[in-house]
């Protein structure tokens, strides 16, 4: 008896070998930018910078992968380079590493074992790491999230918490890739992160009251940084005084967002199965 049911077993698992899952390894390399209140347009390209990652995949079809990789990049932003004036004037800046480690779903429109290559969509959940800071009029790195700029965790602002560095995302995008040979794959991809923060940049709602509340409890220091359009030295503007509590600093209506861009080179490792060596074997012998 335990002899048929290891045959009915075996017979059942059979076809299903057939669709053999094939393991990649592989890397990142492209940019990374930021959509947030110190960026005048959606996304400002003057603030592009370098990111890199990596990546394990598995097909699980030939229309169907998933992946899980670990990113790097920087994110930045600045009131200086903005065309409004009021942005000028406010003065504001920021820059953060961002470490995005995400789990995702490719859906591959063509079957690229057969075609070669196949464009395809992306969807997942990531668990991001970011820390906001600036730089001080001698050059010196200021951490921002520690100095409460907007009255974060004050009792006098009970609605206001001190967002978290550690956040999830929700990553999606789209990309294009091409078998190189039977094992090497390049692809070339763009990936949106929408975030539940708005406070990648430190900036969000509005000004604090500065010497009985953010002063107070915070230290000059707070005060300073939480508005800089007192140092503003461009030719046109004029430098200000800190803003009555309750000034609007930023906006809270949209979350901010960051983008990794770039390339994809990956390494299939998987045995052959039902994505074997198709595109690119050899014509049989006879």
Known sequence: MKQIKWVLLLS?????????????????????????DLAQQRVDMKYTRPA?????????????????GLNWGHIAGADSTNESKALIARNLSFRSVIWDGHFIAEFNFLDIYEKG??????????????????KD???????LRRLSTEGQNLAEYPDRRQYALHQFAIPFGAGIKVMLNDTWTLGLEIGFRKTFTDYLD??????????????YWRGQEAVN????????????????TYPADGTIRGSDKNKDWYIFSGLTLTYRIGGGGMFGKQKFSSCPKY
């Not at 009029?137 to 951490?143: A, E």
């Open 225 to 240: 940084f939480a508005y800089r359009g007192d140092e503003v030295n461009t030719k046109g503007i004029t430098p200000g």
């Open 52 to 68: 890199l990652g990596l990546m394990v995949k598995r097909d699980i079809n030939r229309y169907l992968t998933l992946r899980a």
């Open 12 to 36: 059942f698992l059979a076809p299903l070998s057939t669709f053999a899952q094939d393991w990649h390894i592989g890397g990142f390399a492209g940019i990374s930018n930021y959509s947030g």
């Open 117 to 134: 290559f196949t464009p395809y969509v992306f969807g997942g959940i990531a668990l991001f790491q970011f820390y906001p800071t600036t």
């Open 202 to 215: 430190d900036v969000s709602k509005t000004y604090v009251d500065e010497a009985t509340r953010l002063k």
């Open 137 to 143: 009029s001698l050059g010196n790195t200021v951490p």
